[in-house]
């Protein structure tokens, strides 16, 4: 029976993923918001292989630890472990606050990826990215990924959040994440009201620039709230959403590409840890 729900599951969650990825990608075609600087094939190549190896290595951590997030949940909510299971709460405000605690949590480890040096070293292939679009928001390192689970299962373990707001947390964090990479011109008056609510293109993107000032900004994956509460959020970017340029200013050349350079990002010793901005307001890099 347990098998049944995990197959259910799995096919729910491949079917959203595929499908929204193909909403974006046709949206992107039809309605971009900025000019792509380098050939999408071969960055959707190294994108999606990274995307692909991942979703291998998280198989094969379930094979071994025989657990998913989801799973280790059902684990702590059957032995009442976490702050959650303490308090006695009406389903809906026990699904909201797991929610929002997760939500914040991710904001938070996000926030830390930066500032931790041998995190950033993980962290910052995801801005490598010379360009940004919805293959960006499946770009992260394998061990930015593990990194990422052990934190969620930490999480899981002190507030006791339950199985079914762990899964609905992840659903719309794999959507949201697709969804603010998009390079989709959404218009302003749109982008306005929905940016109370969620995170958007127009502001993830300023986290994407190349200036330092600028990716130490809107570190919010789903909910825009936690950006603007703790002094971290900015509405555009100083050169404009067309001038702007994405990525680090090293790792711009054709190689980066490739996903065998991409995943020796955190070994290169190369690179300073963050490389010196180039200024606001200058455009493009030369
Ligand atoms: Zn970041
Ligand atoms: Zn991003």
Do not use: C
């Not at 929610?99 to 949590?105: E, Q, T, Y």
């Not at 339950?162 to 218009?187: C, D, Q």
């Amino acid at each position: 029976m347990e098998s049944v729900v995990q197959n259910a599951e799995s096919v729910i969650r491949l079917s959203l993923f595929f499908g929204l990825f193909v909403i974006f990608g046709v949206f992107e075609v039809l309605w971009p918001r900025k000019s792509l600087t380098s050939p999408k094939l071969s960055r959707w190549f190294g994108n999606l292989s990274i995307q692909i190896g991942n979703a291998v290595l998280l198989r094969l951590v379930f094979a071994i630890v025989g657990l998913t997030a989801v799973g280790f949940s059902a684990f702590i909510e059957a032995n009442q472990f976490g702050l959650l299971h303490q308090i006695n709460l009406p389903q809906v405000l026990g699904l909201l606050l797991g929610f929002l605690i997760l939500d914040g949590a991710v904001y938070g480890q996000h926030l830390v990826l930066h500032k931790v040096p041998v995190l950033w070293r993980l962290h910052r292939m995801h801005h490598a990215d010379t360009d940004i679009d919805v293959t960006t928001g499946l770009r992260f390192h394998p061990l930015e990924i593990l990194v990422s689970m052990a934190f969620k299962f930490a999480v899981i373990l002190m507030f006791g959040v339950n199985p079914f707001t762990v899964l609905i947390f992840e659903i719309v964090l794999n959507a949201t994440s697709m969804f603010n990479h998009a390079n989709m011109a959404l218009p302003p008056s749109l982008d306005r009201v929905l940016r109370l609510f969620v995170v958007t293109p127009d502001m993830h993107r300023v986290h994407h620039s190349v200036h330092t000032a600028e990716y130490n900004h809107n570190f919010g994956f789903n909910l825009p709230w936690w950006d603007r509460m703790f002094g971290t959020y900015q509405d555009q970017p100083v050169d404009g959403h067309d001038a702007m340029t994405i990525g680090l200013p090293t790792y711009r050349g054709p190689e980066w590409r490739s996903p065998w350079r991409l995943l020796r990002i955190p070994f290169d010793n190369d690179t300073p840890r963050h490389a010196p901005d180039q200024g606001q307001g200058q455009g493009h890099l030369t």
